[in-house]
């Protein structure tokens, strides 16, 4: 294809939307054990592992496992050897996500968009094509070492071998609500017009420090929204507190910007953590204090209060409806990268009126480790 005919495709490609996207594709997690941390994955949160490239099947440098639940899709993947760039990345990051994959229609005037809008390549346009499906796959530089994969694929994913899964059992998760990202001091602004510009993002919404702050630590937050709202990625950043916010923590032990926290779906959360906790996982403390306070804020709010309050689940209510949100405490060595687990019952917001609930509940964990 010349580069005319591409540039023509991507004008047709963006004449509706100005940047095209389907929603989230695969989120690539680079980590030390590709086999267990998919293991964890479906005895914690019940995906399915439904694909694997490695030595196996001619991948000679890395095991991979693809796994899924519903629209989630989730890739981890670890090195053969350790002198190889997955290795590097878990030796400096720990366990981290990589690639935050974006579904495109079109992914060859995707990235030539993305090029022309001043995006920085990381991999050229590839057609992936066997007996088990066709993708196009081309991925652009986001903050830190995380990148952007934009994917066109219809149906099974063909780099991978499929597997049938017997074991794993359903919690309920069904598709990633947002993946929010922590950068540097400074840094959120310079983000924000990346999305603006790259993607053609929209600020959906914007938190100062203002109102994001707890006796001792603050951050801001903005929250960038793109392909017509089907993927929201906000973006924190440390503001000034007394002591040390919990995004300069990430950032110490993450060694650079990368994703905080991914938060999945469901659509009965009380259902989906009692059965996350019975599997081993452990959400987040909410103390009592929290709960009448809640249920004073939300009196229209229609839940079983003491069953929410068993669970920690935290409640927040916005002009559209309310949300039922809760977060794991770490899963892995390092304080980086977490898991939130949300149910919409209208509510398009972030829960706002429970970020300082919140931040005082990670701040006590933090104050554990020693890091506050
Ligand atoms: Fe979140």
């Not at 060595?333 to 919409?344: A, G, K, L, Q, S």
């Amino acid at each position: 294809m010349t580069d005319t005919d591409l540039t023509l495709r991507a004008r047709e490609f963006a004449s509706k939307d100005p940047f095209p996207m389907k929603g989230f594709g695969p989120a690539e997690w680079w980590v030390g054990n590709a086999f267990m941390t998919a293991q964890a994955l479906r005895a914690l949160l019940g995906l399915e592992i439904i694909g694997y490239r490695g030595p196996e099947t001619g991948v000679s440098d890395r095991s991979s496992y693809l796994l899924r639940s519903d629209q989630i899709q989730f890739i981890v993947t670890g090195a053969q050897d350790g002198d190889h760039e997955i290795s590097e990345h878990v030796k400096l990051h720990g366990p981290g996500l990589r690639d935050i994959g974006l579904a495109v229609p079109d992914a060859r005037a995707a990235y030539a968009m993305a090029l022309e809008n001043g995006a920085t390549p990381h991999r050229p346009p590839e057609v992936i094509e066997n007996e088990r499906g066709r993708m196009v796959i081309a991925t652009i530089k986001a903050y830190g070492d995380t990148v952007h994969s934009l994917i066109e694929c219809e149906g099974p994913d063909p780099r991978f071998e499929p597997l049938t899964d017997t074991v794993a059992r359903s919690t309920g998760l069904h598709a990633i609500d947002h993946v929010v990202a922590n950068v540097e001091l400074g840094k959120m602004n310079e983000w924000v017009e990346f999305y603006e510009r790259v993607f053609a993002f929209t600020m959906l919404k914007h938190f100062d420090d203002d109102a994001i702050s707890t006796e001792y630590t603050a951050l801001m937050s903005k929250v960038m929204q793109g392909g017509g709202g089907v993927i929201k990625l906000p973006i924190n950043e440390p503001a000034h507190g007394k002591k040390k916010s919990q995004i300069e923590e990430y950032l110490d032990f993450y060694k650079a910007p990368g994703v905080q926290h991914l938060a999945l779906s469901t659509d009965d959360l009380q259902t989906t953590i009692a059965d996350i906790h019975g599997r081993g996982i452990e959400t987040i403390y909410v103390p009592h204090e929290y709960y009448p306070e809640a249920e004073q804020r939300m009196p229209d709010v229609d839940i079983d209060w003491d069953r929410i309050e068993a669970l920690s689940i935290l409640v927040d209510q916005d002009d559209d409806g309310y949300l039922l949100q809760t977060f794991t405490k770490m899963l892995q060595d390092r304080p980086t990268v977490f898991f939130e687990f949300i149910e919409r019952r209208g509510a398009t917001g972030f829960g706002l009126g429970n970020f300082k609930a919140l931040f005082e509940s990670i701040e006590r964990e933090q104050a554990k480790r020693g890091n506050l």
